[in-house]
């Protein structure tokens, strides 16, 4: 399980070794993504609070990139965070995350983002839930849930 600890190492000295890379153009994105997929995960955009369809959708499944189709996170990680993004206290796997300084907008918070394609996801903070203590904030349009079959 991951700690605030190792999130910051990683943001000082470098992210796990992904399991593949995925690259391609501004193009290639634009054609494969809609336009509020690409302003997300390409330029780093934020949905409006609230206005994410996974938002509030608790079914079974796994979170996969849009972008790329790496498995990010599973639905039993999901909580209700109140922020209005759907939220998790970990990434399914350790390396399916790179996580990133930002300074934006005068704050200082840790950017996270697929490890296979930097798509930018979201931002990771301390103040989730025991047992992590972590609260991965992540935009709906930057995923897409597979639903598990029953």
């Known amino acids: 399980m991951l700690t605030w600890k190792e999130i910051m190492n990683f943001t000082l ?3 796990l070794k992904p399991e593949a890379r ?40 796994e979170y996969e990139c849009v972008c790329c189709n790496t498995i990010l996170f599973d639905s039993t990680i999901k909580f209700s965070s109140g922020t209005g ?8 796997k350790e390396n399916s995350i790179q996580y990133k300084k930002d300074s934006t907008f005068g704050m200082i918070r840790v950017e996270v983002m697929c490890n296979t394609c930097d798509a930018h996801l979201g931002h990771v903070f301390p103040d989730g839930p025991e047992p992590s203590g972590l609260r991965y904030c992540i935009n709906s349009e930057s995923m897409k849930l597979i639903k598990e079959d029953k």
């Open 22 to 61: 995925i690259e391609k153009s501004e193009t290639e994105w634009k054609a494969q993504l809609t336009p509020e997929q690409f302003r997300i995960t390409r330029q780093k955009g934020t949905e409006r609070a609230h206005s994410g369809a996974l938002c509030s959708i608790y079914d079974a499944g």
């Open 85 to 92: 993004w759907p939220s998790f206290t970990q990434p399914i």
């Open 13 to 15: 000295k470098g992210n």
